[in-house]
């Protein structure tokens, strides 16, 4: 069994910076990429930015320039600098494997004043 724990999300003035954290556990072989995809009250579930197995690393245009992923082995970061109230949503982790997709539990981000 894979289990995804996120952390560091939280409540942040516009402008400033959070870092969420996603450890993976289990029966992990084959990581092809880590993830992180969000969803606003209201919305659809949108990607956020990916890593692949090899460093490749893709972001949605709303955050490049502000959103930094990274990894470490079986953990994935993402550094959120720069945050603006419509950056407000729940962060979901998500994990492929080979043959198999795996997500978190999700971690609230809000952006106010």
């Known amino acids: 069994q894979v289990q995804l724990v996120e952390s560091g999300g939280g409540l942040v003035q516009p402008g400033g910076s959070l870092r969420l954290s996603c450890a993976a556990s289990?029966?992990?072989?084959?990581?092809?990429?880590m993830g992180w995809y969000r969803q606003a009250p209201g919305k659809q579930r949108e990607l956020v930015a990916t890593?692949?197995?090899?460093?490749s690393t893709n972001y949605a245009d709303s955050v490049k320039g502000r959103f930094t992923i990274s990894r470490d082995k079986n953990t994935v970061y993402l550094q959120m600098n720069v945050l603006k109230p419509e950056d407000t949503a729940v962060y979901y982790c998500?994990?492929?494997?080979?043959?198999?997709?795996?997500w978190g539990q999700g971690t609230q981000v809000t952006v106010s004043s």
């Open positions: 998500r994990l492929l494997i080979l043959g198999a997709d795996y």
């Open positions: 890593i692949t197995s090899g460093g």
């Open positions: 289990g029966r992990i072989n084959g990581i092809k990429a």
